[in-house]
Structures are given as structure tokens and as C-alpha cells.
């Protein structure tokens, strides 16, 4: 989705409602949301536990993709893990019957960054960051009967918790410390955060499949699975928050060189007194400094942060190699979905896309054509505007070689 494109797709709505502006005023970053199940089968299609098995047992996965926990501590991962076997010189990998033992001895299995490695999910991370605009990873939590994988806590980013299977009772406290910030974990604050969770909870809910809750970051939780094995995904949004803005315009003014200048030979900095003296002129030229950071500069930066933290839909190398070789006039492309991108047209009348992790610079010409093909439609070569037809297959094959185009049937 291309940037500043207004939250409403389709998959916000499937996790807060229809109402996507109801929960952007009422509980985005403020409050946690409960929303009641119709169907016990809602996330079914995302993951479930035939599908944590598959992962554990089939796909050679390796550390740190999977965390088991255990009375409330993190399991080290040699108790897990062993070589891969015969042609493989891999000394991490997950060994199943390992995980077998632990899992009946209690302890919760956490599979994480299924973003990356469950194809249902990284579909699902991809709309979900586009519509945010902030990117999210997807981890699930495998709970045994009866059993407490963590302690409470509180994240650093919010978390849309989906049951998929069995029953969890989940315990909510208000924040000890609101709106943490990434280095701000919950161990910081672990005396505040125990005696909070002594207090009457917020939010004292068992969650059923089909269950979903919005928590934002710094709202206390616990869970206990109830009765049978217990199965959630937490979806993680890694905010950007305004405290992003104030590193990005101290970042900027670093270019001031007064506010480079040493302080004087021979000062005390432990003495407020010698400090002081400094603060008023440094206040003064910091105020003339911030007023002259451009808007741009800012976003950049800003974008320089987030766009790398999502990824766009995975792509086929081979077919797309393929595609791109033998593209002929007919053939249809669209935007790769979930591409972060912005276009400009330069001053010496070049046009230049910018992407999460490079510039690419293209002919001025091809400014229309390019504006056209990142507009999220589907393209027919021969029919993009402002290039004759070879040169249309010149700048679709280079932005298929890029990763930026796909085509239109993948």
C-alpha cells in the first residue's frame, strides 16, 4: 500500500470490526479491546496446531525461531536443539522429540516470526502492516493444560492476541508504565509490575477460539491455558511513535555545528551550577535549529526506520527471472503487494524510487509509466502510459529484475 493510504482495508477490519475509526479514537494506543467470537473457526486459516507440528517436526526449523517457556523462564535453547544429521552442518536445529518432552513437562512453545515462515501469516503481515503502517511480526503460543507460560508483563509494542484453539484465561492490569518505549522493557519496572498485578485486573477474561484481544503496549498481562492445550497468535505492531520524531530532529540538527561545540575546558558536569550556565544558550539555538528541519527530512528519517521493518509479498526468483526474460507485449504486472515506496522527479529531471533499502534513478521520462505501474493496479504491456511499447518492456523488465513489479497472475 503505498504511503499515507488510509487504514481501511481487509485485514484490520477482521481483527476490530467494520468500524475501523471507532477502534482508531477508542483504543488504538489507549485502552485494550475484547471482541467476542461468531465463529470458533475465525483464524483457522491463518495457523493451527496441525500446522505447529508440521513446523516442529518437518521443516527443519532452527533458533531463534522457536522459545520454549516454563514456570515463567525462558528455556535454554540447548535443551531443545541438537545437529541436523548427515549433510547438514547445522548444530541448532530443532530436535522434535525434544520439544516432545518439554511440551509435556509444561512447557509452552512459542513459534516465532511465523511472518517469515508460515505462508498463510506472511500474507496476513503484509496486508495488516500496509494498513497500520507500522510493521508487525506474528508469533503463536502453545500452551499445555493447566499450564502459565510467562509471568506478568508488559510488551513493548501492542499485540492483537488470536485464540485458535483450546481456552485461555487472560488477567490485564493498567499500565505501571504507559507507552513504554523499546528500551524500556517490563524488568525495568519488575517491583511495579508484580504489585500491579496483585490489583483487581482490568480485563479478567477467558478467551475461546475464534477470540480476539487488542492490547497496546505497557498494559500488564498474564495467561493460563484451562482445561486442554491452548493455542493463541500474537500479532505485534512495532509502533513508531513520536518519541521517533524527536530522535529524527536530533538527528538533523546534529548539523548545526553550535550545537557541536565542545563545552569549556575544565567544567564540572556533575555541577548543576556550571551547567546551568550553558542551558539557556543551548536551549536558544536549539529552538532556531528545529524550526529549520523540513518536513521532508523528518519523513525520511522516519522512513529510513520503518520501512525496512516490514516486508513486501515473497518472491518466486526463479519464475520471476523467467518472466522477466521472456516478457512480451500482452503480458500484465502489478505492484508488488506491501511495497514500501515513494517516487520523486529530481531537479536535473531524473525520477528516482525509493525503496526500504536502496534508491533506484530512472530516465525522467519514465516518470508517468513508473507513478503508474506502483498505483496498485494490474498493467498490460502496451497500455502504460507515457512509453511507447518497447520502451515500456525496457522499464517493466528493470523493475522486475528490482523486485518491485510482479507479475500480475502471482
Not at 513493548?156 to 492476541?161: A, G, K, M, N, R
Not at 497468535?233 to 557541536?260: K, N, Q, S, Y
Not at 500484465?332 to 515513494?342: C, K, N, P, S
Amino acid at each position: 500500500m503505498p504511503a499515507g493510504a488510509p487504514p481501511h482495508g481487509k485485514v484490520l477490519p477482521r481483527l476490530v470490526g467494520p468500524d475501523v475509526d471507532a477502534f482508531a479514537a477508542r483504543h488504538w494506543g489507549c485502552a485494550p479491546l475484547l471482541r467476542r467470537a461468531a465463529d470458533g473457526d475465525a483464524f483457522r486459516d491463518l495457523f493451527d496446531l496441525d500446522g505447529a507440528d508440521e513446523l516442529l517436526s518437518r521443516r527443519g526449523l532452527r533458533t531463534p525461531f522457536l522459545r520454549l517457556a516454563r514456570h515463567g523462564e525462558v528455556v535454554d535453547s540447548r535443551a531443545f536443539t541438537g545437529g541436523a544429521g548427515a549433510g547438514a552442518e547445522i548444530g541448532d536445529q530443532v530436535q522434535d522429540e525434544k520439544v516432545a518432552a518439554l511440551f509435556a513437562d509444561g512447557a509452552t512453545i512459542v513459534l516465532q516470526a511465523l511472518h517469515r515462515t508460515w505462508p498463510a501469516l506472511v500474507d496476513f503481515a503484509v496486508g495488516l502492516t500496509g494498513e497500520l503502517g507500522h510493521p508487525v511480526q506474528a508469533n503463536a503460543y502453545i500452551t499445555p493444560p493447566s499450564s502459565q507460560g510467562f509471568s506478568a508483563h508488559y510488551d513493548v509494542h501492542d499485540v492483537f492476541v488470536l485464540q485458535l484453539a483450546g481456552r485461555k484465561h487472560w488477567s490485564v492490569h493498567s499500565p505501571v508504565h504507559p507507552a513504554p518505549l523499546r528500551t524500556q522493557p517490563w524488568s525495568t519496572h519488575a517491583e511495579a509490575v508484580a504489585a500491579r498485578a496483585r490489583d483487581t485486573p482490568a480485563v479478567d477474561a477467558v478467551l475461546e477460539p475464534g477470540d480476539l484481544m487488542y492490547l497496546p503496549r505497557g498494559w500488564l498481562h498474564s495467561a493460563t491455558a484451562l482445561g486442554d492445550v491452548s493455542a493463541h497468535l500474537t500479532i505485534g505492531v512495532h509502533v513508531v511513535t513520536r518519541f521517533a520524531v524527536v530522535e529524527a530532529l536530533a538527528a538533523l540538527v546534529a548539523a548545526d555545528e553550535r550545537l557541536r561545540a565542545s563545552l569549556p575546558l575544565g567544567i564540572d558536569v556533575a555541577d548543576p551550577g556550571q551547567v546551568a550556565d550553558h542551558l539557556g544558550p543551548v536551549r536558544e539555538v536549539l529552538i532556531e535549529a528545529l524550526a529549520g528541519v523540513p518536513a521532508e527530512a523528518v519523513a525520511r528519517h522516519l522512513r529510513d526506520r520503518a520501512w525496512p521493518g516490514g516486508r513486501p509479498e515473497p518472491l518466486r526468483p526463479i519464475a520471476s527471472a523467467a518472466f522477466a526474460r521472456d516478457l512480451a507485449a500482452g503480458d500484465t504486472v502489478r505492484r508488488r503487494a506491501g511495497l514500501r515506496h515513494r517516487v520523486e522527479n529530481t531537479d536535473d529531471g531524473r525520477t528516482v524510487l525509493e525503496l526500504a533499502d536502496r534508491r533506484i534513478t530512472l530516465p525522467g521520462t519514465t516518470s508517468t509509466a513508473v507513478r503508474a505501474l506502483l498505483d496498485g493496479q494490474t498493467w498490460r504491456i502496451g497500455a502504460i502510459p507515457g512509453l511507447g511499447e518497447p520502451d515500456q518492456l525496457v522499464l517493466v523488465r528493470r523493475l522486475l529484475r528490482e523486485g518491485v513489479l510482479v507479475a500480475a497472475s502471482a
